[in-house]
């Protein structure tokens, strides 16, 4: 049974680009999560989608966009980049937006020069 | 605004010995608390939850125990064992409102846990 998968796992960008990373939940799984890791600190919320709609958000700018498709898999998309931005980017899945059964994907390590 | 404190950045413990791990939160609204494992190059894996309703649960060699007046938590490892080395992240939910299904999570503590 898969789990969360998320790719690309490494992605290098300039400054003033945009990137998209892309989540498939774990199966049976409908919401996903969206977390920001930057180095040495906790991972912070970003947003959530659930029912293809984004049902809360964190304290990240407009620059941070989302999108889930009907076979629940998720897109984060982040334009304007800027080196601050480089982090590891973490989806979880779960069902009808718990937290029992959290699943984190591995990763994608977004660096931005 | 850190809701979620670990306030310990490493540990460092023998083979065979207990390794504690704390954990601080502010929020009273806070009703369920997990525990997750992260080694390098993977995302967080889930290790062991409590609600609030409980102030202690247990799963093997893994014990978590909360104190709701305190509003700290601990997880302890006995023993402890080489495998157990990654980053500890003590997380937090609402499980009901608005904040329903996102974590609020520690900035980690790294164990370490020698021969």
């Known amino acids: 049974d898969a789990g969360v998968t998320q790719s690309p796992t490494h992605l290098i960008k300039t400054r003033g680009q945009q990137v998209t990373l892309r989540c498939s939940p774990k199966s049976g799984h409908d919401t996903v999560s969206w977390y920001q890791q930057a180095l040495g600190q906790g991972p912070q919320f970003i947003f959530q989608?659930?029912?293809?709609?984004?049902?809360q958000r964190g304290n990240f700018p407009d620059r941070f966009s989302g999108h889930q498709f009907p076979n629940y898999s998720s897109e984060l998309n982040v334009n304007a980049l800027l080196l601050g931005d480089s982090a590891l980017y973490l989806c979880?899945?779960?069902?009808?937006?718990?937290?029992?059964?959290?699943?984190f994907g591995s990763g994608t390590r977004l660096t931005v020069v | 605004d850190q809701q979620v404190k670990q306030n310990s950045p490493s540990l460092s413990v023998q083979e065979g010995r207990i390794s504690i791990l704390n954990c601080d939160y502010t929020n009273s609204m806070f009703d369920y608390f997990l525990w997750y494992k992260k080694y390098p190059a993977e995302g967080p894996t889930f290790l062991i939850s409590?609600?609030?309703?409980?102030d202690k649960n247990e799963d093997g060699r893994f014990t978590v125990f909360l104190n709701k007046s305190a509003k700290h938590l601990s997880l302890h490892i006995v023993p402890s064992q080489p495998g157990d080395s990654a980053v500890y992240f003590c997380?937090?939910?609402?499980?009901?409102?608005?904040?329903?299904?996102?974590?609020?999570f520690g900035r980690g503590t790294q164990l370490t846990v020698w021969p």
């Open positions: 409590i609600s609030s309703i409980k």
């Open positions: 997380a937090a939910s609402k499980d009901r409102g608005s904040t329903l299904g996102r974590l609020y």
């Open positions: 979880a899945s779960s069902f009808r937006q718990g937290v029992y059964g959290y699943t």
């Open positions: 989608y659930y029912e293809e709609e984004e049902r």
